[in-house]
């Protein structure tokens, strides 16, 4: 699922195929608004869907909802462990270094007390606001600011999560630029960085200052995309204000290659290039 520019969630079936499965009313995301995306996650069969303008949504089937239990508003929303975890938000007082899960096994219980695993807290080892979040493949939330990252892994009662700070000065400041693939967490911060779980390290010997001059410095829109059948990682520019994204680097996960190019088709044809092109761009 994703949003379109009109302000609406919609179910893509096929390549071609496109379903409404907004809720009665538009959202406030859309428009020019792209950084205003939701963020999805997927508990169970519910799926969840926070951009934190809007009430937080979800859906089993069909059409989306606001959801039940009185859950804030949400920039990020990352399901772990069997929690719904949002972070950056709105609960009645805008909390941008905040974090706040479900309770355990439910996306309706939010409200934390002694009898449930709901709970709420604040990431401040580092300031600013949590800027880009996904879950971690071996397990815990990662939660980005522009120059720190945090992973929170589930710790049952009392504190139900625990946050440690990973590093305090490499972060991700693009909401869409942080993914999990190949067992790693893959983020963009002045640099493309790869995290197993133990440390931080670069991936982007050879071509940083070309990355950096043509790409982190040129796009205020950066998302990552991930094709596991040809193990290539996609890291696409754009402009906030644009619907679709204009250059792209590619990064082959089992080589360490990378390869770059313009997007003159569709990006469905990028993402459906095989490895063997992928070493032959740039």
């Avoid at 997927?42 to 303008?53: E, R, V």
């Avoid at 010997?205 to 094709?227: C, H, S, W």
Wanted: hydrophobic share 35%.
């Amino acid at each position: 699922s994703a949003t379109g520019p009109s302000g609406r969630i919609w179910e893509a079936s096929s390549a071609s195929t496109l379903t409404d499965r907004s809720r009665a009313g538009n959202y406030t995301a859309g428009g020019a608004n792209f950084s205003a995306f939701f963020s999805f996650c997927q508990l169970g069969d519910t799926t969840i869907a926070a951009n934190k303008s809007d009430a937080l949504q979800s859906a089993t089937s069909g059409a989306f909802a606001d959801t039940t239990g009185s859950p804030p508003k949400a920039k990020f929303a990352v399901a772990d462990q069997n929690q719904v975890v949002l972070l950056n938000y709105d609960g009645g007082t805008d909390t941008p270094d905040g974090w706040w899960c479900s309770d355990v096994g439910t996306t309706t219980t939010w409200t934390p007390s002694a009898s449930n695993e709901a709970k709420n807290g604040r990431l401040r080892d580092s300031g600013g606001a949590i800027t880009a979040a996904c879950a971690a493949p071996f397990g815990g939330v990662m939660a980005f600011k522009k120059n720190a990252c945090y992973i929170g892994t589930y710790e049952g009662q009392p504190r139900v999560r625990g946050w440690r700070l990973v590093s305090p000065k490499i972060g991700c400041q693009f909401p869409e630029a942080a993914i999990a693939a190949d067992d790693v967490v893959y983020f963009v911060g002045d640099d493309v960085y790869m995290f197993d779980g133990s440390r931080v390290v670069s991936i982007t010997d050879g071509i940083r200052a070309d990355l950096r001059n043509n790409v982190l410095t040129q796009y205020d829109r950066i998302a990552l995309q991930f094709d596991p059948y040809n193990a290539l990682l996609y890291l696409f520019g754009g402009a906030s204000t644009a619907a679709n994204f204009t250059a792209y680097y590619v990064y082959h996960t089992r080589t360490g290659e990378w390869g770059t190019g313009g997007l003159n088709t569709p990006i469905i044809g990028v993402l459906n290039a095989t490895a063997e092109e992928a070493s032959e761009w740039g």
